[in-house]
Every structure is written in C-alpha cells, then in structure tokens.
C-alpha cells in the first residue's frame, strides 16, 4: 500500500521544530496576554492542528471558536473571493481574540476575517499564524505573531492540506510537483 509521505520531495520543518516554535509562541502569548482570558479563533480546517498545539502551550485561561472561509478552488491559487462558510458561535464584544491561520499567502482569507471580526469590537485583536509567505502578499494584512517564514511554494502536513489531502503529516513539507501538475 502507499504511503503519503512518498508524495513528499523535501520536509521542510520537522515535528520538532514545529513543537520548539510553538512552546515560544505559548510562551509569548502568555506573556503579551498576562492577566487576561482569551479566545483563539481556529479557522478552520488547516489551522486545527497548530491550534490544538499553540493552545497546550498557553497558560491563560483560553476559548477556542471556530470559523470557516473558502478563498481557494480546489487548486493550488487564491481566488481572492472570500466567502464565510461558518461562523463563530458566541459573540467577542470586549474580548481579546487571537485568529488563529495555518499560512498567511494572499491574505484575501485574513483581511476578510478581521475585517469582519473587526466590527463586532473585541477589545483586541490580533493575528498568529504558523507560516508566513511573505512573497504572495496581496492584501494589506501582516501577522502579529509568526511561526516561520516559508518560500513560496505549495506546502501540504501538519493542518494544510492539497486536495483535503495530507493535513494529517506530522511535519510541514513540499509536495512533488508530480503530484499536482497532472
Ligand atoms: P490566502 O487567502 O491566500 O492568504 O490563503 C490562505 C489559505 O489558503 C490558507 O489558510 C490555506 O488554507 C491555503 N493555502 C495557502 N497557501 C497554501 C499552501 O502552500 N499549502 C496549502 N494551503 C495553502
Ligand atoms: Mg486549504
């Protein structure tokens, strides 16, 4: 039977560190935060794994909602055309909220996010993302907190998927182009 790791050419951050930069991240979060509740905002689904790990490696007392947003066909380029697929649930008027993304590309997805979240007037409202790809920046949007800054290429493991494919890798790698050009 196949494996899903033969469909990768190189891993490009390994469990280990993305586990050593995720406790700095909980760390800082911590700190920035102290004295404070907050709620993570989880936008799913390539963010669920980060999130599930940033959360264990914060001690604040800590909510986690959800949304949903769909930018991407099923290919591998931003549509820029946002469109919420799933809400949060409570409202955030007066609260600290972090959102929570697996890669920061476009930006169309992050910009709509806070702007919306933006309205409902959180007390803050900030951005963590995992991965960072500086490079592809359409929208005026930058992340607070950043896991790693990635070149520009398709990157698939640990909550990012191609095709609702791979998220479930241990680490964060780069598929062969095999894979998606055909
Ligand atoms: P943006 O709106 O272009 O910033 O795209 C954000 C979303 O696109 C992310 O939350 C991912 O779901 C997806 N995405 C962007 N780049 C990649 C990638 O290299 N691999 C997998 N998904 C990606
Ligand atoms: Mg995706």
């Known amino acids: 039977m196949k494996s899903i790791h033969s ?6 951050l390994n469990k280990e560190q993305l586990q050593a930069r995720i406790e700095e991240l909980g760390k800082q979060i ?10 993570l905002v989880c936008v799913l689904k390539g963010s669920v794994v ?3 790990d ?10 986690i909602g959800f949304m949903k947003a769909s930018s991407y066909g099923s290919g591998t380029e931003s ?36 702007k919306l ?18 490079e592809r920046r359409e929208a005026p949007i930058e992340a607070d907190y ?4 990635v070149p520009n290429a398709f990157v698939v493991g640990f909550g990012l998927d191609f095709n609702e494919k791979y ?16």
Request: proline letters at 4%.
């Open 7 to 12: 469909d990768i050419q190189e891993v490009l």
């Open 30 to 39: 911590t700190e920035d935060y102290s004295g404070n509740d907050i709620i």
């Open 50 to 52: 980060f999130t599930s």
């Open 54 to 63: 940033l959360a264990r490696s914060i001690d604040l007392f800590c909510d």
């Open 79 to 114: 549509s820029g055309k946002v469109t919420i697929k799933l809400d949060l649930t409570e409202p955030i008027k007066g609260k600290h909220v972090i959102v929570i993304e697996d890669i920061l590309d476009s930006g169309n997805t992050l910009y709509h996010i806070k």
């Open 117 to 134: 979240l933006a309205e409902r007037e959180p007390a803050s409202l900030k951005i963590c993302t995992l991965l960072n790809k500086a």
């Open 146 to 149: 950043v896991g790693f800054n």
């Open 167 to 182: 998220r479930n890798l241990p680490y964060v790698g780069i598929l062969k182009p095999e894979v998606y050009k055909d």
